[in-house]
């Protein structure tokens, strides 16, 4: 059974973001969404807002689950019996931080690797900073997110 830790904070999850889980799916037995609980990072949705989005969006995927932890996420990947972290990578801004956070990760857990994917060319642009920000001023988000996010998104900013 290999298992795969895809965490992050999904604030609110994307499309990029699904892209990414489910190429992880179709390689790994099972692919654990792993949403991050920060305190100190300030988000727009609490961590259950967000671990339900994530939720209702990947009902279509049978070997992707969610959970949420607070601890070191080397630490949340050796409980769950996870042999690796996905993450992914959209331009060379994105590598130097994902670089250095591999080699950390390594040095915390050697037996947990890091593994790398590249989304669609058409997520390539996309975060949820800037979705959050379009879904502000108005602007149609529809090919960004799942409905489920966009009418959440919508009514949490009162539009
Ligand atoms: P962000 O705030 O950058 O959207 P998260 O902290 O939730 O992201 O990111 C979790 C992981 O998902 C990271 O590895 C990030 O690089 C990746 N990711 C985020 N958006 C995309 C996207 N559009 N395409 C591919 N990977 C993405």
Do not use: C, W
């Amino acid at each position: 059974m290999k298992k795969i830790i895809y965490p992050g904070t999904f604030d609110p999850i994307t499309n990029g973001h699904l892209d990414i889980a489910e190429r992880a799916a179709s390689l790994f037995d099972h692919v654990i969404i792993t949403v991050a609980n920060n305190p100190k990072k300030k988000s727009l949705f609490t961590v259950e807002e967000r671990i339900d989005l994530v939720q209702a969006s990947i009902k279509h995927l049978n070997n992707v689950s969610v959970s949420s932890t607070n601890v070191l996420i080397v630490n949340f990947a050796k409980e769950n019996e996870a042999i690796a972290l996905i993450r992914g990578l959209r331009s060379i801004s994105d590598f130097e931080y994902e670089f250095q956070m591999a080699l950390m990760n390594r040095s915390l857990a050697p037996e947990i690797s890091t593994i790398f994917m590249m989304p669609d060319e058409k997520y390539m642009h996309l975060n949820s900073t800037v979705v959050k920000e379009i879904a502000a001023l108005e602007g149609d988000i529809s090919a960004y997110v799942p409905a489920i996010v966009e009418a959440k998104l919508k009514s949490k900013l009162n539009i």
